[in-house]
């Protein structure tokens, strides 16, 4: 019985429950609109990552057999460093630098498989930065060129 007690509690600490929790709406947390605007001239850094496994194959809407497919993993990793610069309460400009990592198997033409690994830097942006619209820096625009560093 104690056993059979001791796996009820488990089953039901591990099951993922609802929890009440609010989102931006409850004036906890300064999340959103002007709150997220830069209001300083300091140089911020971010690094970005995001992962796609692309490992379903479809046609359309509908989903299709795997061995419809030619291409049997493809798996993407997409990196980015930003700096961003206020140069007032304003004016600013970033730089933004993306890279990605792909590993990609496909069916060769013997009927095994072939894979490659790929990395690469792409395209450089650099962007201009006007939040002066009005007057609590909720509205603003981004403007930028795209350099031609990538493949």
């Known amino acids: 019985m104690k056993s059979l007690f001791t796996v009820i509690?488990?089953?039901?600490?591990?099951?993922?429950?609802?929890?009440?929790a609010c989102a931006c709406g409850c004036n906890v947390f300064s999340v959103g609109g002007r709150w997220m605007?830069?209001?300083t001239t300091?140089?911020?850094l971010h690094f970005t990552y995001n992962y796609m496994d692309q490992y379903q194959n479809w046609n359309g809407w509908s989903s299709v057999a795997s061995d419809l497919n030619e291409d049997k993993i493809i798996q993407s990793e997409f990196y980015s460093l930003n700096m961003q610069y206020m140069i007032?309460?304003?004016?600013?400009?970033m730089v933004e630098a993306p890279f990605w990592n792909r590993y990609f198997k496909t069916t060769s033409d013997?009927?095994?498989f072939s894979s490659v690994n790929?990395?690469?830097v792409a395209d450089v942006r650099l962007m201009g930065i006007y939040t002066g619209i009005s007057e609590d820096m909720s509205i603003g625009v981004?403007?930028?060129l795209k350099l031609p560093t990538g493949p």
């Open 9 to 20: 509690i488990t089953i039901v600490i591990l099951l993922p429950s609802p929890s009440l």
């Open 37 to 39: 605007m830069p209001i």
């Open 42 to 44: 300091e140089l911020s």
């Open 88 to 93: 007032n309460r304003s004016w600013g400009f």
């Open 110 to 112: 013997n009927g095994g």
């Open 118 to 120: 790929h990395f690469s």
């Open 142 to 144: 981004q403007f930028g």
